[in-house]
């Protein structure tokens, strides 16, 4: 049984003021869900408020990107050391929105993805194509692309850190989202693309989440299905009685 995760993703939404106030939410709105592994994944400069006051509660912190060096002169980023002191448990790796405005490539969603796994942090891989590539008939190609180099040398010991994230382009922050069957479709080629790197027991393992215009009205059946294992969630993440009820969907699927 792979227990649910429902993660979000606050992009550059919450200012640090502001960040006490909705994890403490999300943490009340919660309480009774003690089989969904729950997450708020915020900007770095809010991360110590949000450690603090997820403290004691069963949400988890996380970052949205992570540098693979462990220090140096790479202005404007932050290590896997320095999240892991920072009290955060959880990273988002490869994001569309990196991929597309930050000159992301398959080859740093690798370099970065595997420092955070090496450093014990619960990574969420996101993969997905845009709508120009699943109307071009590429929707295979790129998601087994994006897996094979993403997760180059990414080994089994290492799949018990890894999480990924299918997540169509054309369904973020858009209101579209892709059917219960077409995100499914794609989630057990997900899985059987991952089962060629690392072994199928392994695969069957490993959570795969859904992302993209998720919220509390179509959660319940993108997570009824075999291989939806959670969901990482953008802007239903930012008010917690939206969040809490993904998340009510993911413990009663
Ligand atoms: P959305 O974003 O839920 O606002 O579509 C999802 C994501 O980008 O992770």
Redesign the pocket.
Same mark, same amino acid.
């Not at 992302?211 to 998720?214: D, K, P, Y």
């Given at each position: 049984m792979r227990k649910k995760i429902i993660a979000g993703?606050w992009?550059m939404n919450v200012k640090p003021s502001e960040t006490a106030a909705l994890v403490k939410a999300v943490a009340e709105a919660t309480k009774q869900y003690g089989n969904v592994e729950i997450v708020c994944c915020t900007p770095a400069i809010d991360v110590p408020a949000a450690v603090a006051a997820a403290a004691g509660t069963q949400v988890g912190i996380g970052t949205e990107n992570c540098h693979w060096k462990d220090s140096g002169a790479y202005t404007g980023e932050i290590s896997t050391g320095m999240i892991v002191d920072s009290g955060a448990k959880y990273v988002i790796v490869g994001?569309? +929105?990196r991929r597309q405005y930050f000159g992301e490539t398959d080859e740093t969603v690798n370099l970065r993805a595997r420092a955070a796994i090496a450093a014990g942090l619960t990574t969420m891989v996101?993969v997905g194509e845009t709508l120009e590539e699943r109307e071009a008939g590429k929707l295979v190609e790129v998601i087994e692309r994006q897996m094979n180099v993403g997760l180059k040398d990414v080994t089994a010991a290492d799949c018990a850190k890894l999480v990924i994230?299918y +997540?169509p382009v054309w369904? @973020?922050?858009?209101g579209k989202t892709a059917t219960p069957d077409q995100a499914q479709e794609v989630h057990a080629l997900i899985r059987a693309t991952l089962a060629k790197l690392v072994g199928a027991e392994t695969a069957e393992t490993v959570r795969i989440q859904y992302? $993209?215009?998720?919220k509390p009205g179509n959660a319940a059946e993108l997570l009824a299905k075999k291989d939806i294992d959670g969901g990482? @969630?953008? $802007? &239903? &993440?930012l008010k917690a009685a939206d969040f809490a009820g993904i998340i009510a969907a993911a413990a009663n699927a």
């Open positions: 993703n992009k994001h569309s +929105e996101c994230a +997540e369904a @973020i922050g858009t992302g $993209g215009s998720m990482l @969630i953008g $802007g &239903a &993440a």
